[in-house]
């Protein structure tokens, strides 16, 4: 099946720092998505992505869909203390392939921010 | 804002015995899911549906698990024999055509 490589697994970081993430896969999907999980909670849309090379922000989150279709990367500046949490990439495969609608999902990367 | 509600948040139940975890998608959303996170791993696939049967299945859901959207509303994943294993949390998720999934806050199943 197709798999997503997210990393860095873990970041240890200062409060205002910039943090990136990162996806890659073997495989072309058609959307790229980001979600925050808090402990205990479901996972929670920050961005989605749906076109090759699109850059989007949300607030001091930004995300982009790489030109190949295999990759894309989660950005935050001015880190804070609530942004804590685990960040899941998730991609969409192409649409018209048997796997159209399944979401695949990234291993994670757990956050940490020291005040 | 429309949310996916999942019920109970948290069900413990005796190894063998049958479950039936409960979501209410989005009102005019037209696929569902279940997915599943082992404790401190990724989330998996578990099943989606659309139409009212199974568009999809992952090899984890085998022939203990099923679903149903037994009126308009409701969304359910039944296990029928509950195995140490099937202990996770459980989220459902909906969609309308090819936008951003809304997952619930998860029903945790703990095995024991």
């Known amino acids: 099946g197709q798999q997503l490589n997210q990393s860095p697994q873990s970041m240890f970081i200062q409060e205002g720092e910039d943090v990136s993430m990162n996806c890659t896969s073997s495989?072309?999907?058609?959307?790229w998505l980001w979600y925050k999980q808090d402990p205990g909670e479901g996972p929670v849309l920050l961005i989605a992505?749906?076109?090759?090379?699109e850059l989007t922000s949300n607030g001091r989150l930004t995300a982009q869909f790489g030109i190949t279709r295999k990759d894309s990367f989660l950005n935050i500046s001015a880190s804070i203390p609530s942004d804590v949490g685990i960040y899941f990439c998730?991609?969409?495969?192409?649409?018209?392939?048997?796997?159209?609608?399944?979401?695949?999902f990234g291993q994670g990367t757990i956050l940490t921010v020291h005040p | 804002e429309p949310e996916v509600t999942q019920t109970p948040s948290h069900q413990v139940t005796q190894m063998g015995q049958e479950v039936i975890l409960r979501c209410v998608p989005i009102?005019?959303?037209?696929?569902f899911y279940w997915y599943r996170q082992i404790l401190g791993q990724k989330v998996e696939f578990l099943v989606s549906?659309?139409?009212?049967?199974?568009?999809?299945k992952s090899e984890i859901f085998d022939d203990q698990f099923s679903v149903e959207r037994p009126d308009g509303s409701n969304f359910t994943l039944k296990i029928r024999s509950t195995k140490l294993e099937d202990s996770a949390m459980y989220f459902c998720?909906?969609?309308?055509?090819?936008?951003?999934?809304?997952f619930g806050s998860g029903t945790r199943l703990t095995v024991v």
């Open positions: 998730a991609g969409l495969p192409t649409a018209g392939g048997t796997s159209y609608g399944k979401l695949t």
């Open positions: 009102s005019n959303h037209l696929y």
């Open positions: 998720a909906s969609r309308i055509m090819d936008h951003g999934y809304t």
């Open positions: 549906f659309y139409n009212n049967e199974i568009s999809e």
């Open positions: 992505l749906y076109k090759a090379g």
């Open positions: 495989s072309i999907f058609n959307t």
